[in-house]
């Protein structure tokens, strides 16, 4: 059963889970693109102070998801479909870039890094086809699955940083279409129904990877293009 993203929260709640049910709201569109927001208002239904709310809002500011019309007034920013898919498309041309300057400047350890974080990931997933195997539909694999993400969204940041360019790593996390915590919470959600789509994509890893070790910067552009496409593609279309 579903459930209102901005029912009251727990006492106990930081600004990282007042950001990711804010992020939730406007996903599922109980905060709509236009609307005006205040801190009050929405610390009031999360049943928590202003300050996390705050500090919240202060990075949904900064990915374009909350705008500011004033010194105080807030809106819920409202992307035309044409501009949602141009910030897509910015995201996947440079990591694309990304990819092919890892190629040429990552040092040995730092391929060593990816290696190791890829390995982990691999193994975890080995771990979850036994539990399904064994399990099936009673297995509970959402924590291995969360974990697994974490892995690749952290394989991926290693590659950006890798590059040794923090201008260009600042502007591609300007033009993130997703945080890592919605990549998150929208994979776990479709894992079940697109389970190969998902599949196919945790094997596009060791492609780009072997790319990476063999020093092949138009395969690793071309191999991370087409990965962080057709990811973005299906968050985006979910």
Excluded: C, W
């Excluded at 360019?165 to 300007?174: D, I, S």
């Amino acid at each position: 059963m579903s459930t209102d993203a901005l029912s009251p929260m727990a006492a106990t709640s930081l600004a990282d889970q007042a950001y990711r049910r804010l992020r939730a709201a406007v996903r599922e569109g109980s905060l709509r693109p236009g609307e005006k927001i205040t801190e009050r208002d929405l610390a009031a239904r999360l049943g928590v102070s202003p300050t996390p709310v705050r500090e919240a809002l202060r990075q949904l500011v900064h990915e374009k998801v909350v705008e500011r019309v004033g010194s105080r007034a807030l809106r819920i920013a409202d992307h035309s479909a044409s501009a949602r898919a141009e910030i897509v498309e910015a995201e996947v041309r440079l990591s694309a870039l990304m990819a092919r300057l890892a190629a040429r400047h990552a040092t040995d350890e730092r391929l060593g890094a990816l290696s190791e974080t890829l390995d982990r990931a691999e193994a975890l997933v080995g771990q979850i086809d036994r539990d399904l195997a064994e399990h099936g539909a009673d297995a509970d694999v959402t924590g291995r699955l969360a974990e697994v993400h974490r892995l690749l969204r952290s394989f991926h940041h290693q590659v950006e940083g890798a590059v040794g360019n923090p201008v260009l790593e600042g502007l591609l996390q300007q033009a993130r279409a997703f945080s890592d915590e919605e990549r998150l919470d929208l994979t776990i959600r479709l894992v079940p129904e697109r389970a190969e789509a998902f599949r196919r994509r945790f094997r596009d890893h060791r492609g780009l990877l072997d790319a990476l070790l063999d020093r092949d910067e138009e395969r690793a552009e071309m191999l991370a293009a087409h990965h962080h496409r057709e990811a973005l593609n299906q968050l985006s279309n979910s």
